[in-house]
């Protein structure tokens, strides 16, 4: 920008009271500030949108097929299983995260089942060991001799989809004809690469596969039930209040939905960011190398390499992006070794002030005033009964109990009658029963509420033997539709 120009946009900018000259010092007035702080709240909204579209977009994209129902071409066969995006996103991660066109032309787009994908990238990979990474036409036959096309435009829209738009790597080819993965993407793709898609619906029609790609999205649409409303804005609420020094604890029996309910208040925190939500699953073997960070193989063989695992690299992304909150959801948190898995991390979320290294890498760092961590836990798990004093002064927890008006929306598909008797059973033996409301999910007739009962709730009422524990005897005996 020109000097006069400066001159003239600093002239403006002092008669509107954004920013004023003091002994040749331009400084930002309170309103200047301001106005600084509105833009840049801005930007970090705009960003977290992009990420949340970036990531139901990848869900969703995560889905696609290649023998489309209704809909395939004649080129295909009929059982064909490729996912094409996903074959896309394995050859980014396995080609040091780039990608040529000619590379889905000659060889990922000649390809139609998930057991090709393996070869078709360590095709590409030996073109490009023998050629320098140059793709010179009199060269190309050694990549695929049948193309897909002779025009890169017609190769485009599969790498639109598979960018997400361009979200997770550039619309745009660099000069050699590459693009490479951002760094979202690389952690978006990982996520999605990790998932295995739920399956197709037998002899799904067009209409089928299209509720089958839209899934995803109606369940980010779904508004929050009005039975869940208070305990979300409880978790809420305690994660504003406590979460900078303490972990938010949902503690309830199986089948209260806990896990649902931390999931619903993270999305809220994070305003449906994904990219700053993520969760993990504590069992009897997690270790801190396994939460915090630790060492794994490289792909190539030639050995380990250190990598922040879920606990730090969420905070990582907080103390980067200072100004909007990121959770962390641990789910059955009092089934791993607290103090093994954490160990002095202990100390560090309640004092968030204090700098501290990471045990492995010695890596100087802190953790962020603006990182949350939501747990949950059965408070009849022994397990939770052993938890010490040092864990639990570090613990805020919320109650998550059985619900009578949860569970009556659950069986909303049941005759009046039929529902009124399980829910007066449920309201008698509630206090003692070791379950909650959830357990009679998906039970549409009476049919399906004696295959929950037979199939599920009789091993949670019997001891090691198969009998009936007697502290469950009467609920037992009592049950309407045994």
Known sequence: MSEQRLRTWKKAFEDMGILTVDDDRVRATRFGKAIIDGWSRVDDALKGANSRIALLGAEVA?????????????????????????????????????????????VLGTIHYESEV?????????????????????????????????????ITPWLNRASIGGLLFPSEADA???????????AIIDEMLAQTPPSLPLNADAN???????????????????????????????????????????????????????????????DGDESRLKEIQFHESVSYEDFVEGFVPRKDGSGFELRPKVLRTINERALANPRQLHVLIIEEFTRANAHAVLGELLTYIEH??????????????????????????????????????????????ISVDPS??????????????????IIDWFSEHMTVLPFGHGLFAG????????????????????????????????????????
Request: without cysteine; neutral net charge; proline residues 5%.
């Open 443 to 482: 039970a549409a007739d009476t049919d399906a509420v004696t295959q929950t009962w037979r199939g599920t709730i009789i091993p949670l009422l019997s001891d090691a033997t198969g009998a009936i524990s007697p502290a469950y005897a009467r609920a037992y005996e009592e049950f309407p539709f045994r």
């Open 208 to 270: 089928d596969y299209l509720r089958y790609l839209m899934e995803p999205v109606e369940l980010a649409e779904a508004p929050i039930a009005e039975e869940d409303r208070p305990l979300v804005e409880q978790v809420v609420e305690a994660t504003q209040k406590f979460g900078a020094s303490k972990i938010i604890v949902l503690s309830g029996l199986p089948g209260t939905g806990k896990t649902r309910l931390a999931r619903l208040a993270g999305e809220r925190i994070v």
């Open 176 to 186: 050699k004809g590459f693009r490479t993965l951002n760094d979202s993407g690389r």
């Open 62 to 106: 995560n889905r696609i097929r290649l023998a489309t129902p209704g809909r395939r071409a004649a080129s295909i066969p009929e059982d064909a299983d490729l996912l094409p995006i996903r074959a896309i996103w394995r050859a980014f991660r396995s080609l040091d995260d780039k990608l040529h066109w000619q590379d889905v032309n000659r």
């Open 404 to 421: 009578i008006d949860a569970l009556g929306s659950i069986l909303g598909e049941l005759a009046p009658a039929d529902r009124t008797r």
């Open 352 to 397: 968030r002030d204090r700098s501290f290294q990471w045990s492995i890498s010695q890596d100087q760092s802190s953790m962020a005033a603006n990182f949350v961590v939501i747990a949950t836990m059965n408070p009849r798990d022994k397990s939770a009964l052993q938890l010490d004093a040092a864990v639990k002064r570090r613990m805020h927890v």
């Open 118 to 154: 393996a070869g078709a990238i360590e095709t590409i990979r030996s073109f490009r060991r023998n050629h320098s990474d140059i793709y010179l036409s009199d060269r190309l036959d050694e990549l695929g001799s049948a193309p897909l096309s002779e025009d890169p435009r017609h």
